[in-house]
T-cell receptor, first 111, second 115 residues
Framework: GEDVEQSLFLSVREGDSSVINCTYTDSSSTYLYWYKQEPGAGLQLLTYIFSNMDMKQDQRLTVLLNKKDKHLSLRIADTQTGDSAIYFCAARGSTLGRLYFGRGTQLTVWP | GAVVSQHPSRVICKSGTSVKIECRSLDFQATTMFWYRQFPKQSLMLMATSNEGSKATYEQGVEKDKFLINHASLTLSTLTVTSAHPEDSSFYIC???????????FGEGSRLTVL
């Protein structure tokens, strides 16, 4: 199966940009996702990118994809304290709807 | 947007009892649903793929007699943890694949604590 790796912790000051990185192993992954999880809650889809794109921007979120290196990043501009959460990177496998998740990055935003 | 409801959101049970968790798509049909388990500070591990009208497909290492999955309708899948033990305590999350669009929606999760 697919291996998805991401750093476990990131701390930033309010107003700064946050960059969360992720790597995956299966080059045939067609969709890559970023989810946000707040304590005790389910997953909220933030954004996704098709494998034939290299960048996608959605308001404060920018996703960069380097397909050659199998590297994905999520940049959050003007990070706010409400952005503090765990962020999961996920890759879609060959089975429709089946996702492989990283371990999640705990983002802490300091006021 | 589409909503997936999980019930109960929290459940505490005694060791040896069985617990049923429901995953319901509220405004769309889902031929396929997925059940994940999440340990504290860990990733989501896929337990099984639930298909309406047929047997679930379990991931390697997941005991199908322990974690019974039933997908009796296009809007409901249930996960029953049988003879629960403290090590079954975890956060269980389901996702539902909308038939037709292929969009995937996650439930809010169910926290199971086995005493």
């Amino acid at each position: 199966g697919e291996d998805v790796e991401q750093s476990l912790f990131l701390s930033v000051r309010e107003g700064d940009s946050s960059v969360i990185n992720c790597t995956y192993t299966d080059s045939s992954s067609t969709y890559l996702y970023w989810y946000k999880q707040e304590p005790g809650a389910g997953l909220q889809l933030l954004t996704y990118i098709f494998s034939n794109m290299d960048m996608k921007q959605d308001q404060r979120l920018t996703v960069l994809l380097n397909k050659k290196d199998k590297h994905l990043s999520l940049r959050i501009a003007d990070t706010q304290t409400g952005d503090s959460a765990i962020y999961f990177c996920a890759a879609r496998g060959s089975t429709l709807g089946r996702l492989y998740f990283g371990r999640g990055t705990q983002l802490t935003v300091w006021p | 947007g589409a909503v997936v409801s999980q019930h109960p959101s929290r459940v505490i049970c005694k060791s040896g009892t069985s617990v049923k968790i429901e995953c319901r798509s509220l405004d769309f049909q889902a031929t396929t649903m997925f059940w994940y388990r999440q340990f504290p500070k860990q990733s989501l591990m896929l337990m099984a793929t639930s298909n309406e009208g047929s047997k679930a497909t379990y991931e390697q290492g997941v005991e199908k007699d322990k974690f019974l999955i039933n997908h009796a309708s296009l809007t409901l899948s249930t996960l029953t943890v049988t003879s629960a033990h403290p090590e079954d305590s975890s956060f269980y999350i389901c996702s539902a694949l909308e038939t037709g669009s292929g969009e995937l929606f996650f439930g809010e999760g169910s926290r199971l604590t086995v005493l």
